[in-house]
Nanobody, 122 residues
């Protein structure tokens, strides 16, 4: 079992920044990928960013490229999502998740955090 706890959400004006954190604990040794997903009301959950644990490579949704940066602190089993130039359409519940696969598909993520709300006002 892996436990994930997110923090750092909140209310911010358009153009502002937030940093989300995700702390992983438990049996993390077989995690291949960690990702941030988000889900807005009435919409499907979508991938925001992914980090492949072995090499540290990252990938991003087109809608956030150049604005969001995912990083990690391996020693602390933490991942972060730095979100800059936020837009109202970034408003959603953001979830941290991890997978024992090299995947970007939500269904292949085994463990999920509780989610943290990000609200961007115009």
């Amino acid at each position: 079992q892996v436990q994930l706890v997110e923090s750092g959400g909140g209310l911010v004006q358009a153009g502002g920044s937030l940093r989300l954190s995700c702390a992983a604990s438990g049996r993390t040794f077989n995690v291949y990928a960690m990702a941030w997903f988000r889900q807005a009301p009435g919409k499907e959950r979508e991938l925001v960013s992914v980090l492949y644990w072995s090499g540290g490579n990252t990938g991003y949704a087109e809608s956030v490229k150049g604005r969001f940066t995912m990083s990690r602190d391996s020693a602390k089993n933490m991942v972060y999502l730095q979100m800059n130039s936020l837009k109202p359409e970034d408003t959603a519940v953001y979830y941290c998740a991890c997978s024992t696969y090299l995947s970007t598909i939500p269904g292949e993520y085994n463990y999920w955090g509780q989610g943290t709300q990000v609200t961007v006002s115009s």
